[in-house]
């Protein structure tokens, strides 16, 4: 069964849409604003990679472990609430980073900063299915991703110039007007969802929703957060293969991760008219694998790869269908989870990748010091597509079930 409440909407309200996407673009700008910057100023103190590992596990670890908090969070409380209070919390939080000289007060306060994140993310994807039309949807998830990849760009690279020209604490106070951002965001918002209206209907309902009775996500989800364990160990690896292996410049590394976050952005507008080809749930799931072992691809023949250029090439095309990955998830989950459970179906999605990333990194850093990166390039792109092939078996079971029985509904 598919919930349609995104169709119940009789007309698009494309300022909300617009409103959302940039202040996700501000966010995602200011997120990457701060890690690297403190990042370098952990390196400049000499504080050693035992606490740049403990900046980036306290920035990720939050997504994951808060999600079974922050989804009935999202679900239950009013967003506009939501989004202003956090967001004003995270604004003070990094304003406070800025005057922090101790390692530990800066990483826990990164740390507070991701549980932020961990709700502001998810509330704002449960709003897009109840700001647009259905047949909009993909439109407008186009949007959202294509900003929040303008703000990953822009992040890193401004960082690098401000900490050079500034030091550290201006773009860490610039990063608390970022934050602001998600606040003003909240206040100008018409659409809503979760507080006294979701309470309401949860009353009426009879059956909660939950992932695990809807095996066709859950099967998703689970190769979903596999494949990003594979593309985020590459992450680890690719500087030392780009620099070392192939002998390329730091320009020429740029310019490699670079083209990754521009195909996705291309391959959201791409796949955004793709998508709409797909009336029927299965067939949209049976895409979201397609499109997980399709990404896999460039990576596993760039282990091949002579030179840098190509690296390029394959990157490139990577994104475009990493960029179709996050159209064809999204708007599955908002047409398979009803509107007052997408908060916790998006947080559960989230976890996914961030799960995976996490994992990822973790093993590729383990692993680069008895392999080679061109042999762990080779292992991680082909442990993704072996993954998608073990998940086509419970996502087949799962289409066969639902052409039989609905998904428990909530």
Not at 18 to 34: C, E, I, N
Not at 102 to 118: D, M
Not at 121 to 150: C, H, Y
Not at 257 to 284: E, H, K, P, Q
Request: with cysteine; net charge positive.
């Amino acid at each position: 069964m598919s919930f349609t409440s995104a169709s119940a909407v009789s007309k698009s309200r494309w300022g909300d849409v617009y409103v959302t996407a940039g202040s996700r673009a501000l966010s995602m700008a200011g997120d990457a604003l701060a890690a690297t910057t403190l990042a370098l100023a952990l390196q400049d103190r000499g504080a050693g990679g035992l606490a740049v590992s403990g900046l980036w596990l306290a920035a990720t670890l939050p997504l994951v472990a808060l999600v079974p908090l922050t989804g009935r969070l999202i679900d239950r409380y009013d967003s506009r609430t939501l989004l202003v209070a956090t967001g004003l919390v995270q604004a003070l939080v990094c304003t406070a980073l800025a005057f922090v000289t101790s390692p530990i007060a800066s990483i826990a306060l990164v740390g507070v900063l991701a549980a932020g994140l961990a709700i502001t993310n998810p509330t704002f994807a449960a709003l897009m299915p109840s700001m647009v039309t259905r047949d909009e949807l993909p439109k407008a998830s186009a949007i959202g991703q294509t900003a929040s990849m303008i703000g990953t760009l822009l992040g890193p690279a401004a960082a690098g110039f401000l900490v050079g020209a500034f030091g550290t604490r201006p773009p860490l106070l610039i990063d608390a007007v970022t934050y602001l951002a998600v606040a003003v965001a909240g206040l100008l918002i018409k659409t809503r969802r979760g507080g006294a209206a979701a309470t309401t209907t949860t009353a009426r309902q009879e059956t909660p929703w939950r992932l695990r009775a809807d095996g066709l996500l859950l099967a998703t989800f689970l190769a979903f957060g596999v494949v990003v364990a594979g593309v985020g160990g590459v992450n680890v690896i690719e500087v030392f293969f780009i620099r070392d292996t192939l002998g390329a410049s730091a320009s020429a590394f740029g310019l490699v991760t670079a083209s990754w976050t521009a195909g996705m952005a291309a391959g959201a507008w791409i796949f955004a008219r793709v998508v709409r080809r797909y009336d029927d749930d299965n067939a949209l799931a049976r895409g979201v694998l397609v499109l997980l072992g399709s990404t896999c691809v460039p990576v596993l023949i760039s282990a091949a790869a002579p030179g840098v250029w190509l690296v390029v090439l394959l990157w490139l095309a990577g994104g475009v269908l990493n960029g179709g990955l996050g159209v064809f998830s999204t708007i599955l989950v908002a047409r398979r989870v009803p509107e007052n459970a997408r908060g916790r179906a998006y947080s559960g999605l989230n976890a996914a990748a961030n799960g995976g990333a996490m994992f990822g990194y973790v093993l590729a850093g383990a692993l680069l010091g008895p392999f080679s990166p061109r042999a762990l390039v080779f292992a991680f792109g082909l442990a993704g597509v072996l993954a998608v092939l073990a998940a086509a078996l419970p996502v087949a079971r799962a289409i066969r079930q639902t052409r039989v029985t609905s998904p428990a509904v909530a």
